[in-house]
């Protein structure tokens, strides 16, 4: 038992590692320590839980399940500490809900749920690196440009971006907002470019616009 319980905490460290290497790779708040030490955390707490339904159940009446569940309530706690508001901006979502994910996988080591666990941990892999190369890749092959600004929340300020992008012959297909009462409101534009045109002059000609600021950080 005391083996298979240290196999427990060594599976944990090198699963929640994995998740957590992508998020330091991307020099986010949560990095490989944190991931690690959340999946080794909760893996301890399932061992210790199913440790003490062993030793007590002919006692009194105990949920194997009691403790797991206050590791996935209280590792909202953890994971609000990652998320930052900038402007009208929240980051740190996605760490955030690896974090979670990390603990989920150090339950399922903790109750014996090897392949699972590895399976789930993979998958979470997969999901931070492969599916956000994907996205890029779809983007890229599609000719649509995605334009991530901060526009000052007042009026006229996105007419005077469209109009930016008129003089540019820049087709727009989509304009995503997120409606708040900030100063600062969330724009995503989905434009085509002319031919010709790159990128880089459109981001040039857009920092011009006073009350505008271009966004190039990921989640």
């Known amino acids: 038992m005391f083996l298979e319980d240290i196999f427990k905490l060594v599976l944990a460290m090198l699963l929640g590692g994995l998740v957590g290497l992508e998020r330091e790779i991307t020099n986010r708040p949560a990095g490989f320590r944190t991931h690690t030490l959340v999946c080794m955390g909760s893996t301890l707490v399932m061992v210790t839980s199913m440790h003490l339904f062993g030793l007590y159940s002919d006692v009194v009446n105990l949920d194997p399940a009691r403790l797991g569940a206050q590791v996935i309530s209280g590792i909202g706690f953890l994971g609000a500490g990652t998320i930052l508001k900038d402007k009208a ?13 990390v603990a989920c996988i150090g339950l399922a080591i903790g109750a014996g749920l090897y392949s699972v666990a590895v399976v789930a941990a993979l998958l979470a892999y997969i999901t931070l690196i492969l599916l956000k190369r994907m996205e890029r890749l779809i983007i890229s092959k599609s000719k649509i440009e995605e334009i991530e600004l901060d526009i000052q929340n007042v009026p006229g300020q996105i007419a005077k971006v469209t109009e930016c992008m008129g003089r540019l012959n820049v087709q727009i297909r989509d304009i995503k907002m997120v409606p708040t009462d900030e100063q600062w409101v969330q724009t995503r534009f989905y434009v085509m470019l002319p031919r010709g045109m790159k990128r880089e002059k459109l981001i040039k000609e857009l920092k011009a616009i006073k009350g505008v600021e271009i966004y190039t950080d990921e989640d």
């Open 89 to 101: 901006r929240v980051r740190g979502l996605t760490t955030a809900a690896s974090l979670w994910v």
